[in-house]
T-cell receptor
Framework: GQNIDQPTEMTATEGAIVQINCTYQTSGFNGLFWYQQHAGEAPTFLSYNVLDGLEEKGRFSSFLSRSKGYSYLLLKELQMKDSASYLCAVRDQNTNAGKSTFGDGTTLTVKP | DGGITQSPKYLFRKEGQNVTLSCEQNLNHDAMYWYRQDPGQGLRLIYYSQIVNDFQKGDIAEGYSVSREKKESFPLTVTSAQKNPTAFYLC????????????FGSGTRLTVV
């Protein structure tokens, strides 16, 4: 099975940088995803890591260390619209299944 | 544009009723998934399907049923055996294997009245 931990809530200031951590303990691993979910809406895909290291995509970056079972999502130049829940998800080792287990999400509040 | 459509957006169910949530995609994705989300929690997997005419139970399948008769469609029935069905239901699809994660529908909010 999969056990995924994220902080429940975080607060940051507009224009700042925030790092959202995710740790996981899994029986198998085939990639880690980050999603953004605004209140009352469906999640949208942000990033994917399967190898160790940093993946950068505009203001968002994601890091993975497989040996430590650790990932983080880094958001730069925060904007008010970044206030949302951020979900970490680990994909099952069975590639064909493609199913993922989700953490409970981190609610980020961006203040002026 | 390709996408994934869920209907209805809001659904009210009386005690003892079965209800069916619709999920249709035109992304040509092989895999489809149903997740349930309760307030303040992450997504929990109900059922998933990798190919037509095949599906597997997820972590919380009791009280639910699905079918996959067409590649495009993966309806979810919430039966009367599901004792606490009030939740936000999300359908998703993906190519297999996918480097782009899931594409989600807009969700169905089910309330028992």
């Amino acid at each position: 099975g999969q056990n995924i931990d994220q902080p429940t809530e975080m607060t940051a200031t507009e224009g700042a940088i925030v790092q959202i951590n995710c740790t996981y303990q899994t029986s198998g691993f085939n990639g880690l995803f980050w999603y953004q979910q605004h209140a009352g809406e469906a999640p949208t895909f942000l990033s994917y890591n399967v190898l160790d290291g940093l993946e950068e995509k505009g203001r968002f970056s994601s890091f993975l260390s497989r040996s430590k079972g650790y990932s983080y999502l880094l958001l730069k130049e925060l904007q008010m619209k970044d206030s949302a829940s951020y979900l970490c998800a680990v994909r099952d080792q069975n590639t064909n299944a493609g199913k993922s287990t989700f953490g409970d999400g981190t609610t980020l509040t961006v203040k002026p | 544009d390709g996408g994934i459509t869920q209907s209805p957006k809001y659904l009210f169910r009386k005690e003892g009723q079965n209800v069916t949530l619709s999920c249709e995609q035109n992304l040509n994705h092989d895999a489809m998934y149903w997740y349930r989300q309760d307030p303040g929690q992450g997504l929990r997997l109900i059922y998933y399907s990798q190919i037509v005419n095949d599906f597997q139970k997820g972590d919380i399948a009791e009280g639910y049923s699905v079918s996959r008769e067409k590649k495009e469609s993966f309806p979810l029935t919430v039966t009367s055996a599901q004792k606490n069905p009030t939740a936000f239901y999300l359908c998703a699809s993906s190519s297999t294997p996918s480097l782009a994660g899931y594409t989600f529908g807009s969700g169905t909010r089910l309330t028992v009245v």
